[in-house]
């Protein structure tokens, strides 16, 4: 056995990342790590190559307990990662990266130029890569740049490969290209870690299966024995620990028009509407388009073309400033980044949207300002020592409920959420749930991304499911986790038409 | 709390302590001496808090002074009214505050770049208008600004107390000094939230622009020249008393009455090496550690909280 974890743990601040992470590689096979999106398995990986160190649990490196503290550690026991983001100098050329840190020195420390492209172009040559060593990296495509990253990584005589999602940046006949090395390298004998959460690409590259589920080792064994759904069915099948229950109501008007948003490669064509009093669920996976769309509607990104209605009027949104009036909210994915200014007091984040019916002529109203303060902190039971605190204290359910605050004090009616319960526990995420439905109920049209399954099934009155930035399916309430697993994971007839040209930009997890 | 007192406390101290070490710091002649010098830095630093707090930096600072100092006083030696000269050195900080604003936001070129090239053009541009020259036929009533008294305290004195007055209104009241600190505090947050984040940048710009004319003219009143020379250095001393005061190169911190503080312990760090006959090479090094030293609290402090 070539790598062996038993029992890994590792927690990142309040957030439990890995539990009970088990995992065994041999060399000379492909094996496959699968599992939602925040399941644990970029920090086993990062675990592995030395990049984060775990809080417990056993590390066997050919049979013998390690430590890696650095990542050099790993490296120099021949341990090399490919990193979802490419991690390459692109002013440099093709060379220069795969030795860069580890050139051929001449005498005074002078970089032997000759040496080394006689080396790069060897290692190429002997893989037969469609790459040139004196090309410049930033003008190679994306599967260019992962080869880039593969040459580093096999520069010296690596015996486990990590992959971590390696198409997901790829067209399809980059990916094919991709895997016909993976196999060559397996045939030479190394040992590879392949990360993904395609499961159709599973069949054509793994020999076998390690599912990981909320940080634990839920299943291993050999790929040839297990079913896809049974797959799928380890990958969601969690028993919940949060019991939310939402009464269906009949919906309004409509709120929300989107017809035909198409931005290249991330969106394409995507229609849908949300009406007052109703919760709809976007699905899929990282990379499918998701956040893209809140953003498209939003004005944070231009769109090619498609048209947006709000309340019934057509909205042309280029700004978040128009977003603003037309009554739309963003509840970002990132409060911390894009959602508060955490060092400002609570008070002023409260109010910021709302600011011009807070003011007369540009002057604010101290004490309206405070009042409202004291109404929505009420109304949303924000826990606070007090109005002037600043937000970056407050816990992450709370931040969650201020930014929610903020747009319901600029009378927002159509609220878009982004990732609504990452980072934040148990009892604030149901606390979340209430105040979504609670906006339903008040008549806003919510508007929801999650990564996460079973809150989207209990939460959502209808389902979107995207892939490759189109909706797959509309899904009625009661639709299962593993039908809507299928439309997010498997080709379908209308995604394997649209066979992209150039990379979609990746959500980082 | 204590640590926001930090700045004043240590103004109070060098205050007491240079009373009991000179017995000519506690005098009417000295201290009005005191506030006329710091007056110019302490207008601009005004200035610069707002641009601080919504996370920029202004480095045009000197030079956009000395240009409308010297515009200011050529207007005057033509002829025109003192008030009319005023205006033209307000009209002239204001149009490089504008500049700077626009491009910044227009462009998206780091503030410290834009305001690095546009101390460079403000600079020559003094220099080419004014062929190196100082103006000297400048009407003598024009000294009553930087020299003269009202009510007996020193007439830059009450121009300081408006300029604060107003600048902390518009800092702690209005609209346009909330949105400078969300913007400063968290550019992103803000722009998602639908601020118009290039109007209110450029604003402060050119508010800060404004006062740099003003300030020109304090010191052309003061000196009774227009030097094209004027001001050279002075944006690292109007930071420094900013960044002494609390404000953040982070952006989202700082106030009026930090800035003052900041700025008055710099004047009295001066004043006090006068009196006390240490060396002004000596006077530099010691500003110098005090800038670290204020900095390095801030950091510590905030460490420990965060």
């Known amino acids: 056995m070539l790598l062996e974890l038993r029992g890994i743990r590792k927690r990142f601040g309040g957030i439990e990342a890995l539990r009970n992470g088990n995992l065994a590689v041999q060399g000379a096979e492909v094996h496959a790590l699968v599992g939602e999106n925040g399941a644990g398995k970029s920090t086993m990986a990062r675990i592995i190559a030395g990049m984060v160190a775990p809080d417990g649990g056993e590390f066997l490196w050919r049979g013998r307990p390690v430590r890696f503290p650095r990542p050099a550690d790993a490296a120099a026991q021949g341990i090399a990662m490919v990193h979802q983001e490419s991690l390459l100098a692109p002013h440099l050329s093709v060379a220069e990266n795969i030795f860069l840190g580890r050139e051929p020195r001449l005498p005074l420390g002078w970089i032997d130029r000759r040496r080394l492209y006689q080396a790069a172009a060897r290692l190429i040559e002997e893989h037969r890569f469609p790459l040139q060593p004196d090309w410049r990296v930033e003008r190679l495509n994306p599967a260019g740049r992962q080869l880039v990253e593969i040459c580093r990584a096999i520069q010296h005589g690596s015996s486990l490969l990590i992959f971590d999602e390696p198409t997901s940046a790829l067209s399809e006949a980059e990916t094919v290209e991709v895997f016909r090395i993976v196999r060559q390298l397996r045939e030479r004998g190394m040992g590879v870690l392949y990360i993904t959460h395609r499961l159709e690409e599973l069949r054509a590259i793994g020999d076998r299966i390690t599912v990981l589920r909320d940080g634990e080792t839920v299943f291993s064994g050999p790929l040839a024995e297990v079913g896809t759904e049974q797959i799928i069915r380890h990958m969601v099948g969690r028993e919940l620990a949060a019991i939310y229950e939402r009464k269906a109501q009949t919906p309004g008007e409509e709120l929300l028009r989107v017809e035909r948003l198409t931005r290249r490669p991330a969106l394409d064509s995507v229609s849908f509407s949300v009406r007052a009093g109703e919760i709809v669920g976007v699905a899929g996976l990282v990379g499918a388009g998701r956040t893209e769309l809140l953003r498209a509607i939003f004005g944070l990104d231009p769109v090619e073309s498609g048209r947006v209605w709000v309340a019934g009027r057509e909205a042309r949104i280029r700004h978040p400033r128009d977003a603003l009036r037309a009554g739309l909210a963003l509840i970002p994915e990132d409060r911390q980044r894009s959602g508060l200014a955490i060092r400002l007091p609570l008070a002023w984040n409260l109010t910021l949207a709302a600011l011009p019916q807070l003011s007369r002529w540009g002057f604010l109203l101290a004490e309206r300002e405070r009042q409202v303060c004291e109404e929505f902190t009420q109304r949303l039971r924000i826990r606070a020592g007090s109005l002037r605190q600043p937000v970056g204290r407050l816990s992450g359910g709370t931040q969650q409920k201020v930014v929610i605050a903020k747009w319901l004090l600029a009378r927002a009616r159509v609220f878009l959420f982004d990732e609504p319960t990452r980072g934040i526990d148990v009892g604030a995420k149901i606390e979340v749930f209430q105040l979504m439905d609670e906006l339903a109920r008040n008549g806003a049209a919510v508007l929801m991304v999650s990564s996460e399954l079973p809150e989207i099934v209990q939460v959502a009155d209808r389902i979107l499911v995207m892939r490759q930035g189109r909706i797959t399916a509309e899904l009625p309430r009661g639709a299962s986790q593993e039908e809507i697993m299928r439309f997010a994971t498997l080709h379908t007839q209308t995604a394997l038409r649209g066979n992209r040209e150039a990379p979609t930009e990746e959500e980082t997890p | ?306």
Request: charged share 10%.
């Open chain 2, 1 to 306: 709390m204590i640590q926001r007192l930090l700045p004043l406390a240590t103004l109070a101290t060098l205050f007491i302590a240079l009373s009991l070490a000179s017995p000519y710091f506690l005098t009417y002649t000295n201290l009005t001496s005191v506030v006329r010098q710091t007056a110019v830095i302490n207008v601009m630093a005004l200035g610069m808090t707002l641009i601080i707090i919504a996370g920029g930096i202004d480095l045009s600072v000197g030079a956009v002074m000395a240009f409308s100092g010297l515009l200011g006083t050529m207007a005057l030696e033509a002829g025109w009214p003192i008030p009319a000269g005023v205006a033209l050195a307000l009209a002239c900080g204001l149009g490089w505050g504008l500049a700077n604003g626009l491009l910044i936001t227009q462009l998206k070129i780091n503030p410290f770049i834009v305001t690095l090239g546009t101390l460079g053009i403000a600079r020559g541009v003094t220099l080419i208008i004014s062929d190196g020259l100082p103006v000297h036929r400048i009407p003598k009533e024009f000294s009553f600004i930087g020299e003269g008294n009202l009510l007996g305290v020193p007439f830059v004195l009450w121009i300081l107390v408006f300029c604060a007055v107003l600048t902390h209104v518009l800092l702690e009241h209005t609209r346009m000094g909330r949105y400078a600190f969300a913007i400063g505090s968290n550019p992103e947050a803000a722009w998602y939230t639908g601020i118009p984040v290039a109007f209110h940048t450029t604003a402060v710009y050119a508010y800060s622009g404004l006062l740099c004319g003003l300030a020109g003219m304090i010191e052309a009143s003061r000196l009774m020249t227009g030097q094209p020379t004027a001001g050279q250095g002075y944006e690292l001393q109007v930071i420094a008393a900013v960044v002494i005061g609390g404000g953040s190169l982070r952006g989202g911190e700082g106030s009026v009455a930090g800035t003052l503080v900041g700025a008055f312990i710099m004047g009295l760090l001066a004043n006090g090496s006068d009196l006390l006959g240490i060396s002004p090479y000596l006077q530099q090094a010691i500003i110098g550690g005090v800038i670290i030293l204020a900095v390095a609290v801030d950091e510590v402090r905030k460490r420990r909280f965060t």
